[in-house]
């Protein structure tokens, strides 16, 4: 389970976050949906731990993420969370296998070890025929479904994806969305999205909307 409780975020004098509470149970599929400037993706970056809040907690399990510094917590977020963003995010000078293996290399991982699970991963996502080929030599729905392999090669408590769609077509869109679900199913996997695509968000277990920097209804 992983817990935000009473989060506040400012950047200079514009309070984005203005006390926000989440909860987020294991294997819940959420998405997180609001205008423009609501402070969606902030709140994604503060319970991924890429920032910090100026108050408030964030938990996993009863892990105060936010006690955890340096080392130790790039420690904790290789090994427990999971990114996906609109634009893959691919290393264009690795391979597939290597792109997919590179947070488990990172984490320490023996090197055997990381390809292995790479390997399973990307078989899963029906890329095993590309798995040698470079990011530009893909389209973009094989792009993200090695991004989506790469967040999940750690095993980790959560994927947090930002606008994971947003640069597919309505093919591709629909492809990603089924395989959001089919991960949950086959492997338990835990995902929070921030998205604009109204299809995902009614798909999802729970839609938690935000306006002006608080959660609406």
């Not at 205008?35 to 100026?54: C, E, F, H, V, Y």
């Not at 080392?71 to 792109?99: D, M, S, T, Y």
């Not at 990381?114 to 899963?124: H, P």
């Not at 967040?151 to 597919?168: I, K, M, Q, R, Y």
Request: proline share 3%; charged share 25%; glycine share 10%.
């Amino acid at each position: 389970m992983i817990r935000a409780v009473d989060i506040h975020k400012s950047f200079d004098n514009l309070e984005v976050l203005k006390g926000i509470d989440v909860t987020v149970n294991d294997g819940e599929i959420v998405a997180i949906v609001g205008p423009s400037g609501a402070g969606k993706t902030t709140l994604l970056q503060l319970l991924g731990t890429l920032d910090s809040p100026d108050r408030g907690n964030v938990y996993y399990g009863d892990t105060d993420v936010y006690t955890l510094r340096g080392k130790e917590l790039a420690a904790f977020r290789g090994k427990n969370i999971g990114f996906v963003f609109q634009f893959h995010q691919l290393l264009p000078e690795f391979n597939v296998l290597e792109n997919v293996a590179m947070p488990a290399l990172i984490a320490g991982d023996r090197r055997a070890d990381a390809f292995e699970r790479a390997r399973k991963l990307i078989d899963y996502m029906g890329l095993g025929q590309r798995s040698s080929h470079r990011p530009n030599q893909l389209s973009g729905g094989e792009r993200q479904r090695a991004a989506v392999a790469r967040a999940l090669v750690n095993n980790p408590s959560v994927v947090l994806a930002d606008e994971p769609s947003g640069s597919l077509d309505s093919v591709n869109r629909r492809e990603l969305h089924r395989l959001f679900f089919d991960l949950r199913r086959d492997m338990g996997t835990t995902f929070v999205i921030v998205t604009h695509d109204n299809t995902l968000a009614s798909e999802a277990d729970r839609v938690i909307t935000l306006k002006d920097g608080l959660i609406a209804g």
